[in-house]
T-cell receptor, first 112, second 111 residues
């Protein structure tokens, strides 16, 4: 099976802009979780989607949002970008039956 | 609250020696504990996991132990090799699709 894929791999934006990141899960995986990874805060959970529904959400401001499509692909959006949003954004997919999460390569977002 | 503490933050070992990383978690409802290895510039890779109904699990040179009463779990790597050098993260599940990660351990294996 193909692994989790994420696009784009790199993004450079300026403060105030918005960005959309995409994640395609492993075939058959219906749960997609998103994480932010920074040197200072480590890996932090953003939200999780299953069957197009957000089931869980982390402690991030409302500028961070997401959605999931009927084919399980997921997108996350960050509006009004701030310098502190610079990070590696990782998505992970898993089946419904267990919590084994497999990560994509990530999208490196740089906010200038 | 939901918290996972991981120690040590850095670990240097000689090739062939063993490495042990320890984590504690706060929520007794957590029932799934994976370990990830992340090499520089790469994605986190699931290397082993354990569920709350099991006390120990082994996969070749890697083993994980879980003490539910004390709410801590550990990763053991035996016969370390240079390719084991990476950052290792422990995690605990907190509800649907949410993994709470420890801060990571930088493991350096010197030949």
């Amino acid at each position: 099976k193909a692994g989790v894929t994420q696009t784009p791999r790199y993004l450079i934006k300026t403060r105030g802009q918005q960005v959309t990141l995409s994640c395609s899960p492993i075939s058959g995986h219906r749960s997609v979780s998103w994480y932010q990874q920074t040197p200072g805060q480590g890996l932090q959970f953003l939200f999780e989607y299953f069957s197009e529904t957000q089931r869980n959400k982390g402690n991030f401001p409302g500028r961070f949002s997401g959605r999931q499509f009927s084919n399980s692909r997921s997108e996350m959006n960050v509006s009004t970008l701030e310098l502190g949003d610079s990070a590696l954004y990782l998505c992970a997919s898993s089946t419904f039956e267990n919590n084994e999460q497999f990560f994509g390569p990530g999208t490196r977002l740089t906010v200038l | 609250g939901e918290n996972v503490e991981q120690h040590p933050s850095t670990l240097s070992v000689q090739e062939g020696d063993s490495a042990v990383i320890k984590c504690t978690y706060s929520d007794s409802a957590s029932n799934y504990f994976p370990w990830y290895k992340q090499e520089l510039g790469k994605r986190p890779q699931l290397i082993i996991d354990i569920r709350s109904n099991v006390g120990e699990k082994k996969d070749q040179r890697i083993a994980v132990t879980l003490n539910k009463t004390a709410k801590h779990f550990s990763l053991h790597i035996t016969e370390t090799q240079p390719e084991d050098s990476a950052v290792y993260f422990c995690a605990a599940s907190f509800g649907w699709g949410k993994l709470q990660f420890g801060a990571g351990t930088q493991v350096v294996v010197t030949p």
